[in-house]
């Protein structure tokens, strides 16, 4: 017989009590509701610190792109003369366009000023206007020959300096009214305005608190420079500290005396009295008389009882336009000759030099080839090799090493893919510089991992019994792959294509090894034309030093930002659309 040991029996636990109740349990509950409570907290404290920024930078993208809309121009009428446009009367394409637009658009722009002779004054008043404005006015007679030999109502485009005035962005011009009667006399070329009383004594006593802060602002810098002071250092910095010495100097002497005559330059504020039509800029002023030079012709010899002081708030050394150049843009808008409009150039022009010309019309259209370029090559290429990978490739090492590698490549940044691109398709095979088919190669190998991850993941959601069921029918692999689960998964397969593109839209820096970052004045007909891109566009404004390219910058980043969240918006339409829950 087998002996059997038996163990002895075992106590069974006791079932240990659950404390609710107690003081303890109570407030390990109510300590763990506040740990929750401050998660909770946190995390809205953080989704609200991410929106302010995100907020914080498209208000300010658009603060700064919103003046790119919208331009300035003039209406002027313009006399087409026959005898200069077309001599021989022969509407020859080749007459009309070589005649001199420049000239005719010139004089009857001066024609609005006709006290302007001296040239450089003229030349700055041929500055406010275009140097595309001959242009415009030669398409128009090229468009339609019967304007010659009569006046041609044209809207004139201002410069860019012009533009920005008009948009705030120069000067602040403040007005205040004078009652007093006036007495003129001219001595010299100088005008001046006298009065019975000190009607100019606040004038003068705003005129000496500025030049006290620019005096305190001067030393401050000279203190600065001090500090500079010691061997090697430079002839330049020893003479800025001579001039600026001597500048306060001659402000702390000037402002020693309240009641003394105030000499006004380039460095403080500008002053200007109107009166009957006329404007004149203020050299001197005293407490009851003013000294300047004409600007807008007025009338002598009269006594003037309603006039206006008028300051330009910002020196004219710290602006792009003077104060004359001011005074005649203010005149054409006192007239109602200037309008402001949107901008149809900013997307009809190509690039150019000029801020006010600028367009982003090439930027526009080689994008879009490019892109195109990039979706006919990876999307078919993408797709294929998911299908294959997910539903024929067998199982193996090989594919294994595949998987792993199209996974790394998807994290590989795009100025690799960049230099690939130059080594191989520009410097191996040849093919040309800037040009839209080399950047949607480019980029077809930066986003063809994604497309390809995207698909498979497409093709696992697709639900298995959809293939076995094709398959139990009689369906071969392929039919059952093609006909019923790649159908199925192709919502997800579109989605995964439009971000990818979104993603190629917005690059920048592979463009660039290739040598998209040319300047391109015309806008490409083809892949192979040299073209450029918006990311690129943006780069290129954004390094230019012209204030009005600023907002150019800010606009076109606006206009990608806007193709970006359209894009991406499809792709959240497209899965709604078509997501099926299986």
Not at 326 to 342: D, M, N, P, R, Y
Not at 408 to 424: Q, R, T
Not at 453 to 474: C, D, N
Not at 514 to 531: C, L
Request: charged content about 20%; some cysteine.
């Amino acid at each position: 017989m087998t002996e059997v040991t038996i163990s002895p029996p075992q106590t069974l636990p006791v079932a240990r009590r659950i404390d609710y109740f107690s003081e303890e349990a109570t407030a390990r509950v109510k300590s763990r509701y506040k740990a929750e409570a401050r998660f909770r907290l946190m995390g809205a404290m953080a989704v609200g610190v991410a929106a302010f920024f995100v907020l914080f930078l498209m208000g300010d993208i658009i603060r700064k792109g919103l003046p790119a809309f919208t331009e300035h121009v003039i209406t002027l009428t313009i006399p087409l003369d026959a005898a200069v446009i077309d001599p021989q009367g022969t509407r020859d394409v080749a007459t009309l366009r070589a005649a001199d637009y420049t000239a005719i658009t010139r004089e009857a722009f001066r024609a609005l000023f006709p006290h302007v002779k001296d040239r450089r004054e003229r030349r700055a008043l041929d500055g406010l206007l275009s140097t595309g404005v001959p242009d415009d006015v030669r398409d128009a007679v090229l468009n339609d020959p019967s304007l010659i030999g009569r006046p041609y109502s044209a809207r004139l485009l201002l410069s860019d300096d012009a533009d920005l005035y008009f948009k705030g962005v120069g000067t602040k011009l403040l007005r205040a009214s004078g009652t007093a009667p006036l007495q003129t006399s001219e001595t010299g070329g100088d005008v001046t305005l006298s009065a019975p009383s000190p009607v100019f004594a606040p004038l003068l006593a705003e005129i000496k608190a500025n030049a006290t802060r620019l005096a305190t602002a001067s030393e401050r810098e000279l203190a600065k420079l001090q500090l500079s002071a010691g061997s090697g250092v430079s002839a330049a910095l020893d003479a800025k500290r001579a001039e600026l010495t001597t500048r306060i100097e001659t402000l702390r002497k000037n402002v020693a005396d309240a009641q003394a005559p105030e000499r006004l330059d380039t460095s403080l504020a500008s002053r200007l009295i109107a009166f009957q039509g006329g404007i004149i800029k203020l050299d001197e002023v005293a407490p009851a008389r003013v000294t300047g030079k004409v600007i807008l012709p007025l009338i002598p010899g009269k006594a003037i009882n309603d006039w206006q002081i008028i300051t330009y708030d910002t020196p004219e050394t710290n602006r792009r336009l003077s104060d004359l150049e001011i005074t005649w843009l203010e005149h054409l808008k006192a007239q109602g000759l200037v309008q402001s409009g949107f901008a149809t150039r900013f997307f009809t022009n190509g690039d150019s030099r000029e801020p006010e010309l600028a367009g982003i019309r090439g930027a526009l259209v080689g994008s879009a080839l490019t892109l195109l370029v990039t979706l006919l090559l990876c999307l078919p290429i993408g797709v294929g090799a998911a299908v294959y990978l997910e539903e024929f490739a067998p199982k193996n090492r090989l594919t294994d090493i595949l998987e792993v590698n199209i996974n790394n490549l998807a994290a590989v940044p795009s100025i690799v893919f960049g230099l690939l691109g130059l080594a191989m398709f520009l410097n191996f095979f040849g093919l040309p510089r800037s040009a839209p088919l080399v950047g949607g190669l480019v980029l077809a190998l930066l986003v063809l991992p994604t497309i390809i991850i995207a698909s498979r993941a497409a093709l696992k959601a697709v639900p298995p019994s959809i293939k076995e069921a094709a398959l139990g029918v009689g369906a071969s692999h392929q039919q059952a792959i093609f006909h019923h689960v790649l159908p199925l998964a192709m919502p997800g397969i579109m989605t995964g294509t439009i971000i990818g593109m979104a993603h190629a839209l917005g690059e920048t820096a592979p463009l660039l090894m290739i040598g998209m970052v040319a300047f391109i004045v015309e806008v490409p007909k083809g892949v192979v034309d040299a073209a450029t891109v918006l990311p690129v566009q943006i780069y290129l404004w954004s390094d230019l030093p012209e204030l009005a390219f600023q907002s150019k910058t800010a606009a076109t980043i606006m206009v990608l930002l806007a193709f970006l969240i359209v894009m991406n918006g499809a792709a959240i339409l497209l899965r709604r659309r078509f997501e099926r829950r299986w």
